[in-house]
């Protein structure tokens, strides 16, 4: 086996980039035999850049008086947010790691990197079937989403080329 057959200029093995975080995201393929990335798969969700407030969530009361250090929220978690925000974040995740599997399933890439905030992309791996998690070759923990396109470009190359 040449080592060009795993490389994504060899033009066999695609590779899928998801630059995302928590609000939107962008998957890109390497454009072969020339500079760049095609964007081929894009995804925003407004509710999860939204404050609580204007999504209608108020912080709760208090179970009594505000005063001393042991006053505390009258709600309590279960070690899970359950606000709208945090929802439309579950949400746009479990439609993230659908669309990679579907690309994926259909031949439009051989394998995927994530390149997220560890949060973010724990929660995308979570959704992805474990048959299809050996499919993901490459993780890095970064929010790339506001660079501007020439960098994200230099960075996935960086990320390509193992540097």
Request: proline share 4%; aromatic share 4%; hydrophobic share 40%.
């Amino acid at each position: 086996m040449s080592t060009s057959a795993n490389t994504i200029e060899g033009g066999r093995a695609r590779r899928l980039f998801v630059v995302a975080n928590g609000s939107h995201g962008r998957a890109y393929l390497k454009r072969l035999g020339e500079t760049g990335y095609d964007a081929v798969i894009a995804w925003a969700s407004p509710d999860a850049r939204a404050k609580d407030s204007e999504l209608g969530e108020d912080k709760p009361g208090r179970a009594f008086a505000g005063a001393g250090a042991t006053a505390r929220s009258a709600m309590e978690y279960d070690n899970k947010d359950d606000s709208p925000k945090e929802h439309a974040k579950r949400d746009l995740a479990r439609q993230m790691a659908a669309d990679i599997v579907a690309a994926l399933k259909a031949g439009k890439a051989d394998s995927f990197s994530l390149v997220a905030p560890a949060t973010v992309a724990a929660a995308i791996r979570s959704h992805v079937p474990h048959e299809v998690q050996r499919a993901l070759v490459g993780e890095e923990h970064h929010d790339l989403t506001s660079l501007p396109v020439a960098e994200v470009f230099a960075r996935l190359d960086a990320l390509r080329h193992g540097v």
